[in-house]
């Protein structure tokens, strides 16, 4: 069999600053031509991970494979991978031209190819006719741009970015995430993307790594992630959701508040204390005498396309619910769930860490 050359792989990779452990041993395998991100909150160890990629962090132990090869101790510019920063980190004294012709012309490569090469990258990145602007009259997301051209213009197999939109503005910021999604499927590129922002993650990726505390929580797909979130830390990292403490009955029948019903996970001990996470768009509100739970309407939010109703049921637990309902504040409602949208977590001992 022909083992699977992933274009980036760490295994058991881990890192200290002086005594403090700040990353994990972390396992990852990523396939070329693929969108991952890496998502968890500040100081969790998402830009470690990237400068160990890199090259430009040290890992404390473990290994880091590009393309199937052993680099942990290759130096950052003898890797195939570049990075956009967030601060972008141009060079203001330069024009554009310059700026993305940098990385050719350390190299020495001719002054015909280097002029042809940024030619293509400023139609890549769709800023034609401004090779001879400087970097301060440009804005946030042309600056954004440059550096992407930039670090394209070295042919990477591995773009890694480092919060590259955090600095845009909200309507600039989901442009910039189109853009660079096209871009990295036109390009067939593996980017490496960091972020601590969920929308932003599950708007873009192929992957999602969630970390905290310097390790990996969960991994998959943004709808597994979204869906089945492993436990407490990543269902309220990722989205909002309601979570009440529930107790396996038999496999596909969960109580919670008193009530059973049907849900989609087996495979877990009857009796078990689990939680359930609900989102707010999956509760459903009905009449009290159609609802599985009853519960009384406290506030209600106008969000634009739906209502956000904050109810409480007879056990006092807070539900959250979106809706295009109509409803009465201080009136009581019913509440509905189909097996699909209540999800089983499992307590892990894992869990106490992520406080
Ligand atoms: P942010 O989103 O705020 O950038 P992050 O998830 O990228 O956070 P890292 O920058 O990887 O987090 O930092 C992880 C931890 O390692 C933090 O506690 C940080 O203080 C620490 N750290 C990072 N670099 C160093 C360093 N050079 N020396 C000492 N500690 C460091």
């Known amino acids: 069999m022909v083992k699977q050359n992933y274009s980036v792989e760490l295994h058991g990779v881990t890192k200290s600053f002086d005594n403090t452990q700040v990353l994990k041993s972390i396992d990852m395998e990523l396939e070329k031509g693929k969108f991952y ?9 998402k830009t470690t991970i990237l400068r160990i990629i890199a090259g430009f962090t040290k890992a404390s132990s473990g290994q880091v ?15 195939k991978v570049n990075t956009v920063f967030q601060d972008y980190a141009l060079f203001p004294h330069m024009n554009i031209f310059d ?8 190299k020495g490569v001719d002054k015909a190819t280097i002029k042809e090469k940024v030619s293509e990258m400023l139609r890549l990145v769709r800023l034609e006719g401004f090779e ?8 946030g997301g042309q600056k954004q741009r440059v550096a992407i051209a ?5 042919e990477p197999d591995v773009l890694l970015l480092d919060e590259p939109l955090s600095a845009l503005d909200l309507k600039l910021r989901t442009d910039m995430q189109y853009e660079l ?12 993307f960091v972020t601590h922002d969920q929308e932003e993650a599950l708007a873009m990726s192929d992957w999602i790594y969630v970390l905290n505390n310097g390790e990996i929580v969960q991994s998959g797909t943004p709808v597994d992630i979204y869906d089945e979130p492993i436990n407490r830390y990543v269902a309220d990292f990722i989205g909002e959701s309601n979570i009440v403490d529930a107790k396996m009955i038999e496999d596909y029948r969960v109580e919670f508040v008193g009530h059973t019903f049907d849900c989609e996970d087996g495979g877990i001990l009857s009796g078990e204390a689990v939680e359930v996470v609900i989102r707010p768009e999956d509760v459903e509100i009905t009449s009290p005498e159609a609802g599985q739970l009853i519960a009384k309407v406290d506030t209600q939010l106008f969000r634009g396309v739906f209502n956000e109703v ?11 619910i979106h809706t295009t309902k109509k409803v009465e504040t ?13 999800h089983v977590m499992r307590f892990n001992e894992s869990e106490e860490d992520f406080d």
């Open 132 to 139: 001879e602007r400087y970097i301060d009259a440009l804005s």
């Open 99 to 106: 700026n993305i012709a940098f990385g050719l012309s350390v």
């Open 181 to 192: 999604r096209e871009l990295q499927r036109r390009l067939g590129i593996t980017f490496v």
């Open 330 to 342: 201080g009136s009581r409602i019913g509440l509905r769930f189909g097996p699909s949208d209540i």
């Open 37 to 45: 991100t890496l998502l968890g909150p500040s100081g969790c160890g």
């Open 65 to 79: 494979l590009i393309d199937g090869t052993e680099v942990t101790r290759v130096a950052a510019n003898q890797r």
């Open 150 to 154: 930039r670090a394209l213009i070295n």
């Open 310 to 320: 904050i109810a409480y049921d007879e056990d006092n637990n807070e539900w959250m």
